[in-house]
């Protein structure tokens, strides 16, 4: 990750516009993470998603394809 990736903006969407970039894709073709902590993320979450917590992330990034589109929540 470069420096420069920290100034990045990144774009916000709503639950609905979720469930319409998530309709009639294959889950391969896209980075769903669940940020949330493992006790929130067994109490539910998004079919298909990742857990990734947030304090984490930073570590983790190289799971992710760069290459797809990547929805966190």
Not at 43 to 61: A, N
Request: net charge negative; no cysteine.
């Amino acid at each position: 990750m470069a420096i420069t990736d920290y100034f990045k903006s990144i774009r916000s969407i709503t639950a609905e516009e979720v469930r319409e970039f998530l309709k009639g894709k294959n889950p391969d073709d896209y980075n769903l993470v669940d940020v949330r902590q493992v006790s929130e993320y067994e109490d539910g979450h998004i079919p298909g998603s990742r857990l990734i917590p947030l304090g984490e992330l930073k570590d983790r990034t190289a799971e992710l394809d760069p290459d797809k589109p990547t929805i966190a929540y």
